[in-house]
């Protein structure tokens, strides 16, 4: 994922004779990530509001790439196309039953603020200290098209700590647990870390990023 906001124009959107790909995510921020994984290839990006979906789907499988696959396929469905979608979560061993990765974003209630979220996540923190606060993040991509799944994968990222404050209050809902999750070899947290700082620590969404190139480039474009 890259370290600063994506190209999020028309161009991302155009029509083309390219394969078309319904992005599954209403979150902008989301979409910006999804067009990096995609980026390069002979796709014609959609947005689910530009094809006029609004429902996104129900969350019920027991992993982050249950649910992926589950978000894939409803969206592949509701746009009869090919669909990728993402789920993922923070991992924090401390916690152990206290938290679970999947409800990340709604672990402090499903209309919480982004500051709810990281006042509640070091609240629940507040006892660990040094390596007790390690925490990792854990990411699935799932790739369907017309109600199948095509391929799919689940990576955990590389390992930091939770930062005894923000680096600043988030603003992206999606992605609100970044400016909590800290690098001490590198003095920062993951949403000021450049591209190639993320890259070196072997970040699940660069791995991801080549899986679903592999995938396009060698599986998908060649049975076409």
């Known amino acids: 994922m890259p370290a600063n906001s994506l190209v999020n124009s028309p161009a991302n959107f155009n029509e083309s004779q390219n394969t078309p790909i319904l992005l599954g995510t209403g979150n902008p921020s989301k979409q910006e990530t999804l067009v990096w994984l995609l980026e390069g290839l002979p796709l014609t990006l959609a947005s689910p509001s530009q094809l006029g979906l609004s429902d996104p789907p129900e969350e019920h499988g027991g992993t982050h790439q249950e649910i992926a696959n589950d978000k894939a396929l409803a969206w592949s469905q509701s746009g009869s196309m090919l669909a990728i979608a993402s789920d993922g979560g923070l991992v924090l061993p401390a916690?152990?039953?206290?938290?679970?990765?999947?409800?990340?974003?709604?672990?402090?209630?499903?209309?919480?603020?982004?500051?709810?979220?990281?006042?509640?996540?070091?609240?629940?923190?507040?006892?660990f200290h040094g390596?007790?606060?390690?925490?990792?993040?854990?990411?699935?991509?799932?790739?369907?098209?017309?109600?199948?799944?095509?391929?799919?994968?689940?990576?955990?990222?590389?390992?930091?700590?939770?930062?005894?404050?923000?680096?600043?209050?988030?603003?992206?809902?999606?992605?609100?647990?970044?400016?909590?999750?800290?690098?001490?070899?590198?003095?920062?947290?993951?949403?000021?870390?450049?591209?190639?700082?993320r890259e070196g620590l072997d970040d699940r969404w660069a791995q991801l990023r080549t899986k679903v190139q592999e995938f396009f480039r060698r599986k998908w474009m060649q049975d076409q």
């Open 95 to 127: 916690l152990g039953d206290a938290w679970e990765s999947r409800y990340t974003h709604r672990f402090a209630g499903p209309s919480a603020t982004n500051a709810q979220r990281v006042e509640g996540l070091l609240e629940l923190m507040e006892p």
């Open 131 to 197: 390596e007790q606060r390690q925490a990792t993040w854990v990411e699935a991509v799932a790739i369907a098209h017309r109600g199948e799944i095509l391929a799919s994968w689940e990576l955990k990222g590389a390992r930091g700590v939770i930062a005894d404050i923000p680096s600043a209050m988030p603003g992206i809902d999606g992605f609100w647990a970044f400016s909590l999750w800290r690098f001490p070899a590198l003095g920062k947290t993951y949403d000021q870390l450049t591209q190639e700082e």
